[in-house]
């Protein structure tokens, strides 16, 4: 073989190459929603790296009733690298190395795709790794699992032209959600589940229900607004039964951003008062300065008998896919 051919040769399997890895990029992944792939050997895992990763990553979901992990975590050992790691949407790959690293690649084999590479010389150092990229670990796998949650939900949405009329937002509600309840500035969709049922409010009130001159107001402002709403439309089976907020626990609370505005985000759990009812919810209160309004969207559930983290993730992400439309 003379040296014009044999480059030839080098040059077709470098493109064959890229082309295959390529496609494997193509490739979408695969997996229940919030599971990590935790790639690590079995004596780091059961040792303090194993019991820092489960505290960092399978800590409690914030206003469930019951402890439920953030995420689901599989470990496997190092040598199942790339076996358990092409499909996955979230892993985590840790081990000893001659320099202490953190490197994040995205859509590596599939989309879409965060490997988080975790490296270290010792026990401490991979430890401080994980201690100083843990936030930004945990932030970047719920982005990446809302936008999957949306995938998935996008695919069969209703089409509501009396959401868009009557607040002037589009929001992708999933097929199987029906309308249970209708009012002039008040809408509530619901899906009935195994063993309960879960639902998303979507209502609007004016701007200075909510904001006050003390900050400390706030969170009691959008309270006393959500119970307000409930006795109005959400009761139980039994007579003069109302939907409040639970007074036994501290609902969670913070400011964000949804629909590229300021919203507040409130965490915690629902009971019906004067029944026997109860379950979590999560609720967003977003500011619409134009309009002199709050829109607000809340998700709750109520499922005595099953786990709710996925029910009330899935809650979040319709809420999260909400736009606000321009006149």
Known sequence: MNKVHFFLLL????????????????????GDINTISVLIDDQLWKGEIGDTIRNKFAS?????????????INQYPIKFLEGYVVNSRNSIVIKKAAASEFEIKKNEFATPQNIFYISGRNTYEILDVIDKHAAEIIKLMRETEIVENQRVIDTSIIKSDRIKKKFKIDINIPKGYNSVLSRKKFMWYKKEITGGSTSILIYQIPIQNIESSYKSSLIKNIIRTRDSIGALYIHGTERYSKMITEQAYAPYFMKTKLAKRTAFETKGTWEMKNDFMSGPFINYCIKDYRNRRIVVLEGFCYAPSMKKRDLMFELEAIIKSVKFIKK
């Open 11 to 30: 040059t077709a399997l470098f493109f064959i190459s890229c082309k295959n890895k390529g496609d494997d990029a193509n490739e979408k992944t695969t």
């Open 60 to 72: 409690s979901v914030i206003g469930l009733p019951q402890e439920e992990p953030q995420f689901t």
